[in-house]
């Protein structure tokens, strides 16, 4: 059992360190108020993804200890082991559409409430994503006025290049962390499109014309953050700064 603490207690820790407010970067310097609202944002849709992948590895995780004790020679290490494997697999299904999909069906009866309540989600995240893109579009603002400074500095002699790195590693941790945001998003882009099609053959025509309109939505603000990415890699790339 002590063994199989040690494969639960991780998961849960993570948890919990991602559920966190955040107020240090990846390098340990303190954030500014933007970029904490930029990852308080951000860090709802890698949390639920999360969610979902530990609760699928805690049902595989017990579907394979049951499965390991059955079996008669090394029981307890057999059971370790599936326990281990389950969860693996169970992380993969529970952060996946099958899961997404099985939930909805699960709690509503008719393909319609699946894809009310599938139209609501999105919807949810269309708003949220709203903020986000608010709270990326200053972060990158500031960002671009930070490496104008250090650029000055750097060209002045006011700094050394050693400095000037240790400085630009902010920058670097920002565009980082949208690079990992947006591939949470696109992912989650994807559920939503599989489900969708998944669900519309037994709903009206009408409703499967609001998912897909709140879809088309989703993608464009995806690309309008995919954007503004892309414009402080731009400038960064040009930085005297390697």
Same mark, same amino acid.
């Given at each position: 059992?002590?063994?199989?603490?040690?494969?639960?207690v991780?998961l849960? +820790?993570v948890?919990?360190?991602l559920?966190a407010?955040q107020t240090m970067?990846a390098?340990?310097r303190?954030?500014?108020?933007? /970029?904490? !609202?930029?990852?308080?944002q951000?860090? +709802?849709?890698n949390?639920t993804?999360?969610?979902?992948?530990? +609760?699928g590895c805690?049902?595989g995780?017990?579907?394979?200890?049951?499965?390991? #004790?059955t079996?008669?020679?090394?029981?307890?290490? @057999?059971?370790l #082991?599936?326990a281990a494997?389950g969860?693996v697999a169970?992380?993969?299904?529970?952060?996946?559409v099958g899961a997404?999909?099985?939930?909805?069906q699960? =709690?509503?009866?008719?393909?319609?409430?699946?894809?009310?309540?599938?139209?609501?989600d999105v919807r949810v995240?269309?708003? !949220?994503?709203?903020?986000?893109?608010t709270a990326?579009e200053?972060?990158?603002?500031?960002d671009?006025t930070?490496?104008?400074q250090?650029?000055?500095?750097?060209?002045a002699?006011?700094i050394t290049?050693?400095q000037?790195?240790?400085?630009?590693?902010?920058?670097?941790?920002?565009?980082a962390y949208l690079?990992?945001?947006?591939a /949470?998003l @696109?992912k989650?882009?994807d559920t939503?499109l599989?489900?969708a099609?998944e +669900?519309? #053959?037994g709903?009206? =025509?009408?409703k499967?014309?609001?998912m @897909?309109? /709140?879809i088309?939505t989703?993608?464009?603000q995806?690309?309008?953050? /995919?954007?503004?990415?892309?414009s402080?890699?731009?400038r !960064?790339?040009v930085?005297?700064v390697?």
């Amino acid at each position: 059992m002590k063994k199989l603490a040690r494969i639960v207690v991780p998961l849960v +820790t993570v948890s919990l360190l991602l559920s966190a407010c955040q107020t240090m970067g990846a390098d340990g310097r303190p954030l500014t108020p933007a /970029e904490q !609202r930029m990852r308080e944002q951000a860090d +709802t849709y890698n949390q639920t993804i999360f969610e979902g992948a530990l +609760t699928g590895c805690g049902a595989g995780l017990l579907a394979g200890m049951l499965l390991g #004790a059955t079996t008669k020679k090394n029981k307890g290490q @057999n059971v370790l #082991a599936g326990a281990a494997i389950g969860c693996v697999a169970g992380a993969a299904i529970g952060g996946g559409v099958g899961a997404y999909v099985a939930d909805k069906q699960e =709690k509503y009866a008719t393909k319609e409430q699946q894809l009310d309540s599938m139209i609501a989600d999105v919807r949810v995240d269309n708003q !949220r994503l709203a903020g986000l893109i608010t709270a990326t579009e200053q972060v990158i603002a500031d960002d671009k006025t930070r490496m104008d400074q250090i650029d000055h500095d750097l060209a002045a002699g006011k700094i050394t290049m050693e400095q000037a790195k240790q400085k630009m590693a902010a920058v670097d941790d920002n565009r980082a962390y949208l690079d990992n945001t947006l591939a /949470e998003l @696109n992912k989650r882009k994807d559920t939503y499109l599989a489900a969708a099609q998944e +669900t519309a #053959a037994g709903a009206s =025509k009408t409703k499967a014309a609001a998912m @897909n309109a /709140e879809i088309a939505t989703l993608q464009k603000q995806i690309a309008q953050l /995919e954007s503004d990415r892309d414009s402080l890699a731009k400038r !960064r790339t040009v930085s005297r700064v390697g």
